[in-house]
Nanobody
Framework: QVQLVESGGGLVQPGGSLRLSCAAS????????MGWYRQAPGKQRDLVAE???????NYADFVKGRFTISRDNAKNTVYLQMNSLNPEDTAVYYC????????????????WGQGTQVTVSS
């Protein structure tokens, strides 16, 4: 079993910054990609950014130029640096590990963290 723990959320003023972290733990052999998703009340969960084990990144249009995703494969940790935050960024942010193996013989699976609240308000 794989566990994902997010941290770094909180309350920030418009224009401010936050840095989210997500650490994957457990018996992990490999992870194809890790990403950040967000969900506001009454809305669907949307992709924010993702990064592969090779370092390739993909961003949602609404965060390009403001957010940066990075990872430390050795630590199975992914980060999301969020700058120029606005109230529309308010949501629960979830970490996801995709294509995850617990050993070379196991099949790939996806795992989700429980989320961390980000609130942007004056």
């Amino acid at each position: 079993q794989v566990q994902l723990v997010e941290s770094g959320g909180g309350l920030v003023q418009p224009g401010g910054s936050l840095r989210l972290s997500c650490a994957a733990s457990g018996r992990i052999f490999s992870i194809d990609a890790m990403g950040w998703y967000r969900q506001a009340p009454g809305k669907q969960r949307d992709l924010v950014a993702e990064i592969t084990s090779g370092g390739s990144t993909n961003y949602a249009d609404f965060v390009k130029g403001r957010f940066t995703i990075s990872r430390d494969n050795a630590k199975n940790t992914v980060y999301l640096q969020m700058n120029s935050l606005n109230p529309e960024d308010t949501a629960v942010y979830y970490c996801k590990s995709d294509g995850t193996r617990t050993s070379v013989l196991t099949r790939k699976a996806a795992y989700w963290g429980q989320g961390t609240q980000v609130t942007v308000s004056s």
